[in-house]
């Protein structure tokens, strides 16, 4: 697998970005639903528009690159993605409790707080919606390279007389 893993970096962080500022904004003018819980239409909403963005993200990086290993190659995206994701959120969860208490003690006393965080559902849906989709770009531009290969030419036999 040889990805250009600066740029799976950049992207991956422009992906999140867009996730966390652009999806969020468009799902926010869906009315809220009145019930609890985790699957409400706005939260539906969010996880299919930042599979969609996540598939477009990894079809657009992936679309230049002819690949036979581009399943493997999309997978390794969407895992990129997936970690850029939970360090975005413990940066700006970490700097969010310094800059409100200006105590690193305070800092050191919420980061436990993390770990259960991330063994919630939320987790488990932020690793779908990066990696299955980025997977799916990735086999679907290794089918289209490998049926755009031309077949291999018949050998021709020596024949000695």
Do not use: D
């Amino acid at each position: 697998m040889n990805l250009n893993w600066e740029r799976v970096l950049l992207v991956s962080f422009f992906g999140n970005f867009i996730i966390n500022s652009v999806v969020t904004a468009l799902v926010s003018l869906l009315p809220a639903s009145q019930g609890g819980g985790m699957f409400t239409p706005q939260y539906i909403t969010y996880v299919i528009l930042s599979a969609i963005v996540v598939f477009l993200l990894a079809w657009w990086y992936f679309a230049p690159i002819k690949r036979t290993a581009s399943v493997l190659c999309g997978t390794a995206f969407g895992v990129v993605g997936f970690v850029i994701a939970i360090l975005t959120v413990l940066i700006s969860s970490s700097s969010s409790v310094l800059q409100q208490t200006g105590s690193f003690s305070q800092l050191v006393s919420v980061l436990p707080n993390f770990g259960p965080y991330l063994m919630t559902w939320t987790t488990l849906v932020v690793f779908g919606y990066w990696v299955i989709p980025a997977l799916l770009a990735g086999w679907v531009l290794g089918r289209q390279y490998k049926r755009a290969m031309p077949a291999a030419a018949p050998q021709m036999q020596h024949v000695q007389g």
